[in-house]
């Protein structure tokens, strides 16, 4: 196990991967490949399947998503194979184009700092909710006065304090080493989440009456079903990371690439649906958007879930610092390569520069933002462009200049137009109502 969180640090961490020697297994594959994607979105899930309109709708809305998803990963693979390239950004540059290739760094970079902000927000979320546990601002049982509320746990002083105290000295190296340590406690906040999610509604002594909300017209049907769209891309994006992954496994044949990107999603389907599906019937039509935030805060179950999923995010939180910054870093420092001789000391600074207005720039927008729910709609918006449109073009390129039969080239064309059109619906729809409602709220 720690081999594998070792090879999971090693991957998700370099921006321009050095694959060398291939060496990773197939069940390494299938475990980073579940790291990647079981994280902070997993506690929007609930809210999902209400927001959907009920478990049928929201199940079925995660099982044709997920053709996409699988579907994605595999053309990635095969992509990264013809092109030899070991990052996302490259094989889009190699198969597609150059212009698509800065296209997509872009849309790397802004899908990291919004993931970023989304990470903030899980930590405010959860260090709101700890000290009501503590009781500092909430009613004593069988009193009706309140404890008065201090300056200090005000969740915006905290979640500065952390960032200050925390986040950012671990952030600051250029190599995050220590992460071989923490990588797998994402994973295992996210079962252990499942877990009490399923306990806590046999747990309980009455449950909600649900209602069929799709009644009343097919037009808000559709409406609320492909609203939940940006949650579940959100939640099992792990694209970004995909090809890395496929260019350090020692067995690179395709099939043996479609066998793990089927049962790592079938894996995360579980995960998420049952996190879902029970959150859901607990709370009805009043969970939260944080799952987390539905239970009481005395709770003392529901309190280590908060500690082990802030501890988490915390701990991935410079691992995707450090992705975003070095694609800054790369553009400045070639930049400046035409002007001075780039130094240790000055990298030193830029590093520190981009660091410091990185998490101060997030914190500040993760202060001011309503609902978790808004910043995951928007990451899912942007995200289509990795799950949806960048595989799409890819398979469209790959097959205009590689040699294939006819029949299957026609095919797999008609395909990748179907997930570029898919995509672009998913971006442009889920994009503009979760500004729109951003907006509203703020």
């Known amino acids: 196990m720690e081999e594998l969180a070792r090879e999971s640090i090693s991957l998700l961490s370099r921006p321009a991967l050095d694959t060398g020697s291939p060496n990773l297994s197939t069940f390494g594959a299938v475990f980073i490949t579940l790291k990647s994607a079981l994280g902070a979105g997993l506690l929007n899930f609930p809210w999902a399947f209400s927001k959907a309109g009920g478990i049928y709708s929201a199940v079925t809305v995660e099982l044709v998503s997920l053709i996409f998803l699988i579907s994605g ?59 009501d546990s503590l009781n500092f601002n909430e009613t004593m ?64 002594n009455e449950h909600p009456v649900f209602q069929d909300r799709h009644n009343s017209s097919s037009a808000s049907s559709l409406a ?30 395709l099939l043996n690439w479609v066998m793990t990107s089927v049962v790592s999603m079938l894996f995360c389907l579980v995960i998420y649906s049952l996190t879902g599906l029970y959150g859901y019937l607990t709370f009805g039509d009043d969970v939260a958007a944080d799952i987390l935030m539905s239970y009481p805060g005395n709770d003392t179950v529901v309190i280590i879930a908060r500690v082990l999923f802030a501890v988490s995010i915390i701990t991935i939180y410079p691992i995707v610092l450090l992705l975003g910054r070095a694609v800054i870093q790369e553009y400045w420092i070639h930049y400046k390569r035409r002007y001075l001789v780039i130094t240790e000391p000055y990298e030193k600074f830029v ?25 995951i709609s928007i990451i899912g918006g942007i995200g289509a462009f990795f799950i949806f449109i960048f595989p799409g073009l890819c398979l469209v390129c790959a097959m205009i200049s590689e040699p294939v039969e006819r029949k299957t080239r026609v095919c797999l064309i008609i395909w990748g137009l179907i997930t570029i059109f898919c995509g672009a619906f998913i971006f442009g729809q889920s994009t503009t109502i979760a500004v729109m ?3 509203k709220k703020i």
């Open 73 to 131: 990963l595999v053309i990635l693979g095969y992509a990264s194979s013809i092109s030899k390239q070991s990052t996302y950004q490259g094989v889009v540059k190699e198969v597609c184009s150059p212009a698509l290739g800065k296209l997509c760094e872009i849309c790397f970079l802004l899908n990291l700092f919004m993931i970023s902000v989304a990470f903030l927000k899980v930590i405010e979320d959860q260090l709101d909710k700890l000290f």
């Open 141 to 204: 049982s069988g009193d009706d006065m309140d404890y008065p509320s201090h300056w200090y746990t005000d969740q915006r002083f905290t979640l500065s304090v952390v960032c200050i105290v925390i986040i950012l000295p671990l952030s600051i190296p250029k190599e995050i080493e220590f992460q071989k340590y923490t990588s797998i406690l994402g994973t295992l906040a996210s079962c252990y989440l499942a877990v009490v999610v399923v306990v806590k509604y046999y747990l309980m």
């Open 224 to 253: 609320s079903i492909f609203s939940v769209v940006p949650t579940i891309c959100f939640g099992f994006q792990c694209h970004e990371s995909s090809i890395a992954i496929y260019s350090s496994m020692r067995n690179q044949k």
């Open 351 to 375: 590093r520190f520069v981009l660091t410091f207005l990185w998490v101060l720039v997030t914190l500040i927008i993760a202060m001011f933002v309503p609902d978790i729910s808004e910043v």
């Open 437 to 439: 409602e951003l907006l």
